[in-house]
């Protein structure tokens, strides 16, 4: 069941990608060694969604604190690429902060026109979420990515929350705003990032189509 947030297309233009590409080869040739990425990501779950097996009833915030080898990509449809999780945090307003067994679920990310898209997948591509940003701006050791302006989401999507039987259950997203801020060592390589994953929106897109009005 797919929940999509209908915007404009999530495509980077021809030189755009051919820059990309250039950088995947540079980057690649000097990754053998574990690098550690982190993003920093809110939104926010419709009131149908669940915690431990009781709906929300209301609409809830979240914020989730991710981190991922971006050393170690694994190769998906159409060529594209996600990354191991290998720790994994949500904090559910009003209900305190968790942690999720890293196995299985994957980080992606790609280019979204001008700017780029972040997500949660699990380890098949199936289910999970990406959100697409307008702007990205480079800091020191950061990328901040802004101007929300498309999802595309496969729920229900399950996350295994330590402690808590039946964990939690996105059915779909609140109304607030995703944002997503990434801690990249070397901000020069998440173009290299944006790039491995970028048809990992398309097959999103092409197992689950748009959302009927």
Known sequence: MLGLMVGQTLNASGPVRSILAAVVVAVAAGSAHAQTYFDH????????????????????????????????????????????????????????????????LRFAAGPAGSGAFTGITDSTATTGFLDAFGTVTPGVGTVALTDYFDSVTSFPFTLALTGVTGGLVMNGYGSAEPTSFLNVPEPRQYAALTMAALTLYGAFRARRGPRKA
Do not use: M, Q
């Open 41 to 104: 990501h809110t939104g926010s779950f419709d009131s149908t969604s669940t915690f431990g097996g009781v709906v929300f009833e209301i609409e809830t915030g979240f914020s989730y604190d991710v981190a991922f080898d971006f050393s170690s990509p694994s190769p998906f449809a159409f060529g594209g690429n996600t990354y191991p999780v290998t720790s994994f945090s949500i904090t559910v307003d009003g209900y305190g902060t968790y942690t999720t067994p890293p196995a299985g």
